[in-house]
């Protein structure tokens, strides 16, 4: 083994158990809701509201229909009190069930817009709403489990495919089965899992897939869950440069696959050749949206270029 691989391998387990050593996260936000518990890294830290009864992610259950609408109100984000902001005054509003192109430069605040919807960080100012409701007030766990993330580095951890597939959760049912199957038929992995030795259920290591084939199966992950919640949940994919590693023929089935799905999709995006497949594109720079609209609105401007990289 050489110094820089068991450098590497040391640095892996530093990472690993800084994780372990995390404590688990408030229900707590910034914004200006509830009444004040106290105060981290100079800020304000208040309790949300207890959702109505006619909240649309209530923990009743009950309320409007779930559809996937998010709405950036004047939203801004520091991820330290005194550092300059990485969010300034963002404005966008995406209507459910669109596939929207998120294009810009480095540090122009795409990873900075996924961190704000997803509550990883507390935004300074503004609102953000899904269907109509403040995140603000949902439980945590309920907001980020109404949202799934297909990352750009497709993960898979030794185990069974079933295993993977479902997160670890020890889920398992004849109709789990027969929805994972439609799942990897769809993403065209069926053929290739169905030859596996034991199926789902064989062990299976990184190294057993191409960059392609894992990331077909991270988003084969994503899609399973999003079914299984789709009755309690809005359906919305983020996608922070999923293809960026893979080649060309499975980068095209993966676009194609995310694209035709039912649900609202934000994908950070490196390649200009698929931006006419979506319907919106969204160029940030500095922290805030520069322009937006249809690709051919953009793309017929005269002399405008869509800027997708390099990418942050």
């Avoid at 998010?70 to 005194?82: C, G, H, K, Q």
């Avoid at 294009?103 to 900075?112: F, H």
């Avoid at 293809?243 to 200009?272: F, G, K």
Wanted: glycine share 8%; charged share 25%.
């Amino acid at each position: 083994m050489t110094f820089t691989r068991l450098e590497t391998q040391f640095i892996s387990v530093e990472r690993v158990a800084e994780f372990c050593r995390l404590e688990e996260e408030e229900e707590v936000t910034s914004c200006s809701h509830g009444k004040r518990s106290g105060r981290r890294a100079g800020e304000e830290i208040v309790e949300p509201p207890r959702p109505p009864a006619s909240h649309p992610h209530g923990e009743q259950g009950g309320g409007a229909r779930r559809r996937g609408e998010i709405v950036f109100d004047n939203v801004s984000l520091r991820y330290e009190f005194d550092k300059p902001r990485v969010l300034r005054g963002l404005n966008l509003r995406v209507r459910a069930g669109t596939k929207v192109a998120l294009c810009g430069r480095t540090g122009c605040g795409k990873s900075s817009l996924f961190a704000a919807l997803c509550r990883l960080y507390p935004i300074s100012s503004g609102t953000i709403s899904i269907d109509g409701a403040d995140i603000a007030t949902w439980p945590l766990k309920k907001l980020r489990s109404s949202m799934k993330v297909v990352a750009q580095d497709a993960l898979l951890l030794e185990g069974s495919l079933l295993d993977n597939l479902t997160s670890f959760t020890g889920s398992d049912s004849p109709d789990l089965r027969r929805d994972i199957w439609r799942v990897l038929e769809h993403v065209g992995l069926k053929e290739k899992i169905d030859r596996l030795p034991g199926g789902l259920d064989a062990n299976i290591r990184q190294d057993d897939f191409s960059e392609g084939e894992r990331q077909l199966l991270s988003l084969s992950r994503a899609l399973i869950s999003t079914k299984s919640n789709s009755t309690e949940t809005p359906l919305i994919l983020l996608c922070d440069e999923p293809t960026s590693n893979v080649d060309y023929a499975n980068d095209e089935r993966v676009h194609r696959v995310i694209l035709e799905l039912p649900c609202t999709v934000i994908m950070i995006c490196h390649r200009l050749q698929y931006i006419a497949s979506f319907d919106q594109v969204v160029v940030l720079e500095d922290g805030s949206v520069l322009e937006q609209g249809s690709p051919s609105e953009l793309l017929a401007e005269q002399g405008q270029e869509i800027s997708c990289g390099p990418m942050a």
